[in-house]
């Protein structure tokens, strides 16, 4: 059971490059979403979705693109990398809301250098 | 405003011992508690929850407790092995609005053998 899948592991933009960040998830989870993680911040909800077809804003939406066209996937856009946005990503997915059932599983992380 | 705290970045306890790790929220409509734990290189894994109509869960050799009047969380860890050595998230939300969870910045526990 392969659980939450992210590539890349790793990444090096220049600065004004695009890149998607791929997560993929094997559980039917309806729920999914994008962390950073940053030093001193914890983990910071950047977009999330409740379905196929829905997503929504988090914390720090700024700069990045997200879609769900399946249950599966959840692809996270940088339209424009900029050097804030080096950091590591993680995604995550839990099978819905309600006391436990919304604990998520999180993925190994795509740490992102943009120079 | 971080709504969600851990103030000790870090923590060395003897094998053996009781590690006790502490988390502040200061957002009186969360009613749901997970923490996490993380080893390097790898994404947190979670490890017990709490929802605010109790004041404690155990699981095995976790226990967290959960204050509401004082907004505090903490987790206890008896008795502490060497493979607890992790950093350990403390996470809060709305039970009901399913993703929209808030992270602390993490404690980094190191079991000394």
């Known amino acids: 059971n392969a659980g939450v899948t992210q590539t890349p592991k790793f990444q090096v933009l220049k600065t004004g490059q695009s890149m998607t960040l791929q997560c993929a998830q094997d559980m039917n989870h309806e729920y999914m979403s994008w962390y950073r993680q940053d030093p001193g911040m914890g983990l910071r909800l950047i977009h999330y979705?409740?379905?196929?077809?829905?997503?929504d804003q988090g914390e720090v939406p700024n700069g990045y693109n997200v879609s769900r066209s399946t249950t599966e996937d959840f692809p996270l856009r940088l339209l424009s990398a900029a050097p804030s946005q080096t950091s590591v990503y993680f995604c995550a997915s839990s099978y819905g809301t309600g006391s436990g059932q919304n604990i998520q599983y999180f993925g190994a992380g795509t740490r992102l250098s943009v120079l | 405003d971080q709504q969600v705290k851990q103030n000790s970045p870090s923590l060395s306890v003897q094998e053996g011992r009781i590690s006790i790790l502490n988390c502040d929220y200061t957002?009186?409509?969360?009613?749901?508690f997970l923490w996490y734990k993380k080893y390097p290189a790898e994404g947190p894994t979670f490890l017990i929850s709490?929802?605010?109509?109790?004041d404690k869960n155990e699981d095995g050799r976790f226990t967290v407790f959960l204050n509401k009047s004082a907004k505090h969380l903490s987790l206890h860890i008896v008795p502490s092995q060497p493979g607890d050595s992790a950093v350990y998230f403390c996470?809060?939300?709305?039970?009901?609005?399913?993703?929209?969870?808030?992270f602390g910045t993490g404690t980094s526990l190191t079991v000394i053998p």
């Open positions: 979705s409740v379905g196929a077809g829905i997503t």
């Open positions: 709490i929802s605010s109509i109790k």
């Open positions: 996470a809060a939300g709305d039970a009901n609005t399913g993703n929209q969870f808030y």
């Open positions: 957002n009186s409509m969360f009613d749901y």
